[in-house]
């Protein structure tokens, strides 16, 4: 007899066939599978989002020929948050499969970076900063010490939420968010639900936990500025 696709699928990817059938078969919501269940789903998506929760903003600065709104710091922590990561795995001598996805990320914000300070009219410090950023990466992957990368690891989360916090400032004294993409915003919230649920998982009701709450909060910020905003600017077209 031939498997389903929709067995096939989800066997293949998200459960083992017992889950299977206790959950779609029996339909019974057996907790030990639902939760295997959900833990390969956040994993799943948290892979997913380190693809392309950047490529939106990318795309949409692209697209509108202007980086408006968007901060300058802001950016610059996040890309120092998402290289830390790299340069951990590459001091402890990681396999690139366990990380190689993250350069994919890293170009993103790199390349957001650069257009930034492109439409401000500097383009010039913007290549400078691409050779620097790319010169210091290959300095940090080849000679760095574990301790070097440990460190630097330890420090990702917090320029991760100050990131954050400083473009959610701007977005409040600017009144508006200019170019900031509500794709973007949405797959950070998203994701960033996704890393306090595994760290919660693994760590208990930690301070690492804690911190991830407090990511997971300003992201909601961020989503809530979008839609605040756009909201009001609507409005203010009806009536004029």
């Known amino acids: 007899m031939a498997t389903s696709p929709v067995k096939h699928f989800l066997v293949t990817y998200l459960m083992p066939e017992k889950c299977y059938e206790e959950i779609c078969v029996n339909f019974h919501l057996h907790v030990p599978c639902l939760k295997f269940v959900l833990n390969r789903t956040v994993g799943v998506w948290i892979i997913l989002d380190t693809f392309l929760s950047q490529l939106p903003q990318l795309l949409k600065i692209l697209w509108r020929g202007s980086a408006v709104g968007l901060s300058l710091t802001s950016a610059l922590l996040q890309l120092y948050a998402l290289s830390c990561p790299v340069v951990y795995a590459m001091a402890n001598n990681f396999p690139l499969f366990a990380w190689g996805e993250r350069l994919f990320t890293l170009a993103q914000t790199a390349a957001i970076v650069f257009l930034i300070l492109h439409y401000r009219g500097d383009t010039l410090k913007g290549m400078l900063f691409l050779l620097a950023y790319g010169g210091v990466m290959f300095l940090l992957g080849s000679y760095a010490a574990a301790g070097v990368g440990s460190m630097m690891q330890s420090t990702s989360l917090a320029a991760l939420i100050a ?8 977005n409040y004294c ?3 968010t200019g ?3 509500t794709l973007s915003v949405l797959l950070s919230w998203i994701g960033s639900l996704g890393v306090w649920f595994v ?10 936990a804690l911190s991830h709450i407090l990511s997971v909060c300003f ?3 961020l989503l809530a500025q979008v839609f605040c905003y756009r909201s009001s600017t609507t409005t203010t077209k009806k009536e004029d």
């Open 219 to 221: 992201s909601g910020v």
């Open 179 to 181: 170019q900031l993409s």
């Open 174 to 176: 600017n009144g508006c």
């Open 199 to 208: 760290s919660l998982q693994e760590t208990g009701c930690s301070f690492a």
């Open 163 to 170: 990131s954050k916090g400083l473009q959610a400032g701007t």
